[in-house]
């Protein structure tokens, strides 16, 4: 199959911990409720000669497929291996119109990702949002997706996901803005108030696929972190931009991001500074993953 051919799809990364495996579940779903592909991605490090951990690395893959298929039959499974450490493969395998999927616990060179670790530059290439899915067991769908706005471009490529995840999944947005406390009344650096902020973000990302979506606005005075994690306390989804500043350009996050990340308690979708942009093209050599041959379309 051509790289141009392949679907969008969503990407999860298992490593064996009880995190990956809570991300798997949640692939699982999305891939359903999105009818597209499910690629379950693994990676062993540099692995020549180690044929015990090669097999260890196949049982993997082959228990989480199985599992998929059992879990939502009619989803197509695709299971990539690779010789190289898991936020490489995953980066690797990741495309425009993808969604990655990880644990927030395992998979630790993966959450260093997206806390903008130096031993992950790559991730700057980053071309679509990844999932960071807590382990806290089975939820069932509420149909809410919760997204933070503040009327900076990270807020609006949010917002623009959030929107689209809603298209895709049937569910409602709730559009969250936030002034701290003592904040200056503007509310932005442009002058907008907390009003202008939704309403002007609304105007600029609404188009004709999702106007006809149930949309929520909820402007509050008070801790952005905190307002995000009440309004997103049963939601499907919390959604959080990315800056792609600092010492490692890509998936670094602001401090809502990371308060966000590190206490929501419901999967958090974090938009890298590419993500969502026309022609965006894949993130890196996805060519250099070893594909099982036996799963492969």
Do not use: K
Not at 1 to 7: A, D, G, L
Not at 95 to 100: E, H, S, Y
Not at 149 to 166: I, K, N, Q, T
Not at 231 to 250: E, F, K, L, N, P
């Amino acid at each position: 199959m051509n790289e141009r051919e392949i679907p969008p799809a969503v990407v999860a990364g298992v490593d064996g911990s009880s995190g990956a495996r809570a991300a798997l579940v949640w692939a699982v779903e999305a891939a359903a409720r999105r009818r597209v592909p499910l690629r379950i991605v693994h990676g062993t490090g540099p692995a020549a000669g180690d044929g015990d951990r090669v097999r260890a690395a196949h049982g993997l893959l082959t228990e989480s497929a199985g599992y998929a298929r059992r879990a939502r039959p009619d989803i197509e499974v695709v299971t990539v291996l690779a010789a190289e450490h898991a936020p490489a493969v995953l980066l690797g395998e990741a495309r425009a119109g993808d969604v990655i999927a990880v644990g927030s616990r395992g998979l630790g060179p993966v959450r260093a990702l997206l806390l903008g670790s130096a031993a992950v530059r790559a991730s700057a290439h980053a071309p679509c949002p990844a999932v960071v899915v807590p382990d806290t067991g089975p939820r069932g769908y509420r149909g809410r997706v919760v997204v933070g706005v503040d009327g900076s471009p990270p807020s609006r490529r949010a917002l623009r996901f959030a929107l689209r995840e809603a298209l895709a999944t049937g569910a409602s947005v709730t559009v969250v803005h936030a002034r701290g406390t003592g904040a200056p009344a503007a509310g932005t650096a442009s002058g907008r108030g907390p009003g202008d902020v939704v309403a002007g973000e609304l105007a600029e990302a609404v188009d004709g696929r999702t106007a006809h979506l149930d949309v929520e606005a909820v402007r509050v005075e008070g801790d952005p972190v905190q307002a995000l994690l009440e309004a997103g306390a049963d939601a499907d989804m919390i959604v959080v931009g990315s800056r792609g500043r600092g010492g490692v350009h890509g998936l670094v996050l602001g401090s809502v991001g990371q308060g966000v990340l590190n206490r929501a308690g419901v999967p958090v979708a974090v938009l890298p500074p590419r993500a969502g942009e026309t022609g965006a093209g894949p993130a890196g050599p996805g060519n250099r993953a070893r594909r099982s041959p036996d799963r492969w379309p």
